[in-house]
């Protein structure tokens, strides 16, 4: 446990333990604790607290929908025997799991390149967290595995993993709202494995070389330099009609699946015609409140975790900005476009997500005009425009929106009704439907004016017969 910037396994306790042991937290208090240690503090004459404490009751019953299940996920096995007594009611039981993710959320700002061993260890000298039974040694550090997942919401950890494997979960897509993530090439966007053992370099090396054996849990960035004019027209170009809910569903037939894990945010899966968007946007907002990540959990714990200096892609960006480029991508696709928060309002793709996952703020994002959303007034993502930089606007999440657009493009209508939908170049659609129009009308006098002749034809014919 060296590292803890010179402070004491004695005094990290006194710092960390601040709650009376048998003291209960009111309904109130809870996601306040909680929240507190994951974003920081706000100023409680600021006008936001009142929008950020929301943003922060979701946040925190949904860590409860999370843990307090039947039957209990294995990695809870690891948890403290007086946790999981049956006589703990269920708040006492919330209680004292909201104390261990605050335990963990203290470790990894007071440690500089912490491991999951040096989490673990410092959980075991809090008093009634972990279970210190040998047998169960493996299970502790899986449970840390989790709940740093639960904390971030970068990446899909299994509750139920292997024995002695660090695992993420995977869902058959026709189940869950999970993709099924497919194993590629390290260079890929993708995740490269589910799981990965537990050994001495997983659990003594900082989280970034454990969270690098699964591949790329962060989207990779585009680099940073200027398009050339020479660049095809959509190599950086994210023009709004290509990529709106509208074109994706009515003209390139794609699904939406929903997922909880940032890492397969806009996750394209081809073959299949199915795109993954994250489902949890109170997460990205109550994050985005606070516009000084100075001293957050998350960009530090980003910053080392991910952006350790590696890579010149990341060099430029605030690693807390990848929340705020979430709720960006809500507004691109669904609610700059009227016809497509309209079309999102028709559709039963909320029905796919239960009810204990259900985040209010996802309606209103996607079945609303952005206009009306106070969270893009906050935020920094600039005026609503018909085309955006991938580069500039969507630096983490460019690559993957490039990739759809790609795909869209490619799309013709092969149909008449998908020909009507099809709104991606408005000047080629009313063009071609004054054309249909016109043509339609010509053609239809043309027959007219031919059964009228028609008719004259016959009635000179039948006046000109002689009669018997």
């Known amino acids: 446990m060296s590292g803890f910037k010179g402070t004491s396994q004695h005094e990290l306790r006194d710092k960390l333990v601040d709650i009376p042991p048998g003291t209960l937290l009111s309904h109130e208090d809870t996601p306040a604790f909680c929240f507190q240690r994951l974003v920081g503090s706000f100023d409680a004459e600021d006008p936001i607290s009142d929008v950020v404490n929301v943003h922060a009751e979701w946040y925190a019953q949904r860590l409860e929908n999370r843990v307090i299940r039947k039957p209990l996920p294995t990695v809870f096995q690891a948890l403290h025997s007086s946790i999981l007594a049956d006589e703990q009611t269920s708040s006492q039981r919330t209680q004292r799991i909201f104390k261990l993710f605050s335990a963990i959320v203290f470790c990894l700002q007071s440690k500089n390149q912490c491991a999951i061993h040096d989490i673990t260890s410092y959980l075991l000298t809090q008093p009634n967290l972990l279970t210190e039974d040998i047998n169960k040694k493996d299970l502790r550090h899986q449970l840390v595995f989790f709940c740093i997942s639960q904390l971030t919401m970068l990446y899909p950890a299994s509750a139920n993993p292997t024995h002695r494997y660090f695992e993420l979960a995977s869902h058959h897509p026709s189940s869950s709202g999970l993709p099924r993530l497919r194993k590629r090439s390290r260079k890929s966007d993708q995740l490269i494995s589910f799981k990965y053992p537990i050994n001495d370099d997983t659990l003594e090396q900082p989280l970034s070389f454990l969270f690098n ?256």
């Open 213 to 468: 054996c699964f591949g790329q849990l962060v989207p990779e960035p585009l680099p940073s330099q200027s398009v050339k004019a020479s660049d095809p027209l959509y190599a950086d170009t994210l023009v709004v009609t290509n990529l709106d809910f509208y074109t994706l569903t009515k003209v390139a037939h794609i699904q939406i699946r929903w997922v909880d894990a940032i890492c397969q945010h806009l996750h394209f899966d081809r073959h299949n015609s199915i795109l993954s968007v994250f489902q949890f946007p109170s997460f990205c907002a109550a994050l985005s409140w606070n516009q000084d990540s100075e001293g957050v959990f998350l960009s530090k714990f980003l910053s080392e975790a991910f952006f350790d200096g590696s890579s010149d892609l990341y060099s430029h960006l605030d690693p807390h900005d990848i929340y705020e480029e979430v709720l960006h991508t809500y507004r691109l696709i669904f609610g700059q476009q009227s016809r497509a928060f309209k079309a999102f309002r028709q559709c039963n793709f909320l029905q796919q997500i239960s009810p204990e996952d259900y985040d209010p703020l996802l309606q209103n994002l996607c079945g609303q005009n952005c206009e009306a959303q106070e969270i893009y007034k906050r935020i920094d993502v600039g005026h609503v425009q018909s085309a955006y930089s991938a580069r500039s606007h969507f630096p983490f999440f460019g690559k993957r929106l490039l990739s759809l657009q790609d795909f869209v493009l490619q799309r013709n209508p092969s149909d008449l009704k998908t020909l009507y939908y099809d709104r991606r170049d408005p000047i080629r659609f009313y063009t071609l439907w004054v054309v249909i129009y016109f043509d339609g009308a010509s053609l239809l006098i043309a027959i007219l004016q031919l059964g009228f002749a028609a008719a004259q034809t016959g009635s000179t014919y039948t006046g000109n017969v002689p009669t018997s």
